[in-house]
């Protein structure tokens, strides 16, 4: 054999070596019962995120609008839920970073500090709502801080004009209690629909197959007061939800004593020189609106 020969024999030897090697690395060994079967994965466990990624990029950078914020308000405060996990109780609510994992590790820490004041699978509403400039927070089942007995907040919904409502389980030990949930964005609130909020609040709450408490809200109130929510002004005989759908969340909030020794509180809207807006509540109805241009 010549010299060419013997370089093109050895090279074609070396390239059968190379393919070989690459097939065995690739191909499980046999098991016991002489069948050949794929190399086991590992399989690390993630934990919920409150929002996820794709949702967020399909949504506008713009900050959350008048309007959205009234649509919230009525589409999402009021609805029933079913409890994905268990939720802690105490005043200080349970913190969720919207689009991130969740803290496995936090929320055991916050269910043995404050104990599980909802548990899986349980039926809730969502009671109130609190608009911050990069948080919302949610009240379930009335909150943290005073007690909620369920049977009657039933029926004052339905009193309301909502749709019937089959009432839940009879009543067991611990009704009373509720838990908070915020909802942080760690921006400006950006600008979004009721069904993105409540994808936001799916790793904790089951919106689906629930009755919806919001039939025909706005609605069901007299009509001076939808026509003051639709002009965003409040007007005396509102309570604070019907004030937050119509002008939001006020810049400021002061409590003082009336003439009769009665504790009211301001929510004031604007600040001087600009319009400001005093709406003075006396337990949770509006006594007094003035405005100061």
Request: glycine share 10%; aromatic share 6%; charged share 25%.
């Amino acid at each position: 054999m010549n010299l060419w020969g013997t370089l093109a024999l050895a090279a074609t030897l070396a390239a059968g070596a190379d393919i070989r090697g690459a097939a065995s690395f690739q191909t499980a060994a046999p098991d016991a019962g002489g069948t050949r079967s794929a190399a086991p994965q590992t399989v690390h466990p993630v934990a919920p995120a409150a929002s996820a990624s794709g949702k967020d990029k399909g949504r506008t950078s713009r900050p959350l609008q008048p309007e959205s914020r009234l649509m919230l308000v009525r589409y999402v405060s009021g609805e029933f839920a079913k409890a994905v996990q268990a939720l802690p109780g105490g005043k200080k609510g349970l913190k969720i970073p919207v689009g991130k994992p969740l803290n496995p590790q936090h929320m055991s820490d916050m269910l043995r500090l404050y104990g599980a004041a909802i548990n899986q699978g349980d039926r809730v509403q969502i009671t109130g709502m609190e608009f911050r400039s990069r948080e919302i927070v949610f009240q379930i089942n009335g909150g943290g801080k005073k007690p909620f007995h369920f049977r009657d907040h039933l029926q004052v919904s339905a009193g309301m004009g909502a749709a019937s409502v089959s009432p839940p389980p009879a009543s067991r030990a611990g009704e009373g209690i509720g838990s908070t949930l915020i909802l942080d964005y760690g921006r400006e609130l950006p600008d979004m629909s009721p069904d993105d909020l409540k994808h936001d609040l799916s790793a904790f709450l089951d919106f689906s197959k629930q009755h919806s408490a919001a039939v025909n809200w706005i609605d069901t109130l007299p009509p001076q007061v939808q026509q003051a929510i639709k002009d965003r002004k409040a007007i005396v005989g509102m309570d604070r939800e019907m004030v937050m759908a119509a002008m939001g969340r006020p810049d400021k909030k002061v409590r003082e004593r009336d003439d009769e020794d009665r504790e009211t509180e301001d929510w004031i809207y604007g600040l001087p020189p600009e319009k400001t807006t005093f709406v003075t509540f006396l337990g949770d109805n509006v006594i007094r609106v003035k405005e100061f241009n």
